[in-house]
Every structure is written in C-alpha cells, then in structure tokens.
C-alpha cells in the first residue's frame, strides 16, 4: 500500500523559510516523479515543483522559481520542499504527489498524501 505522508507546514511570517518533507512508503521515490501541489481556500489545486524519477530534473511553477527548491534523499525515501523568501500568497495546504508518467505540472497523479497546511502570516 502506497503512503506519502507530508510534514514541516506551520505558521510563519513573511521572508520566513520552511522545509516540507514527504516520506515515502510503497513506493521508491527514485522510481516515481514526485511532485509538491498546493491549494489555497477557494482556489483549484496548483503545481508548485516536481523531480523526476532519475533526479536529473526538475521542474517549478513560475510562482517557485528562485525560492523554492525540491529534492529528494534516496536512502529515506523521502522528498523535500525547501521554501524560502515565504509570502502571504504562499498561504496554503501543500500535498505531496508520485506518478510513474506525469505530465509534471498537471495534477493527474496516481498517488497523494494528505497534506500539510502552510500558513504566511504579513
């Protein structure tokens, strides 16, 4: 049975840092492309950084470039999001994601935690 379970959210202020983590069982995460998503009260989910199975690539929405870093240590199982320079518009529940073939940026992944709630406070 496939789990990802995420971990790290909480409330910060603004230009604060975060580090989610999703640790990873059923799967092996150098096999999967695994992907951070967030959704904001009353918005769509939205891709915010994805790595692909060999790690060679990476992959960020525009909203991440330059602040958010995604990656992944093969020998926990486990994959990271490193959040800096954090806004208020940053505010959000952040899930984690794995999918043997996905289009990176679209949700249509097989498996998902249960996310890990973000909070930016001005």
């Known amino acids: 049975q496939v789990q990802l379970v995420e971990s790290g959210g909480g409330l910060v202020q603004a230009g604060d840092s975060l580090r989610l983590s999703c640790a990873a069982s059923?799967?092996?995460?150098?096999?999967?492309?695994m992907a951070w998503f967030r959704q904001a009260p009353g918005k769509e989910r939205e891709f915010v950084a994805a790595?692909?199975?060999?790690?060679?690539?990476?992959y960020y929405a525009d909203s991440a470039k330059g602040r958010f870093t995604i990656s992944r240590d093969i020998a926990k199982n486990t994959v990271y999001l490193q959040m800096n320079s954090l806004k208020p518009e940053d505010t959000a529940v952040y899930y984690c994601?794995?999918?043997?073939?996905?289009?990176?940026?679209?949700?249509?992944?097989?498996?998902w935690g249960q996310g890990t709630q973000v909070t930016v406070s001005s």
């Open positions: 994601a794995a999918d043997l073939s996905p289009s990176p940026g679209n949700p249509k992944y097989d498996y």
């Open positions: 059923g799967l092996t995460v150098r096999s999967y492309t």
């Open positions: 790595i692909s199975w060999s790690g060679g690539r990476t």
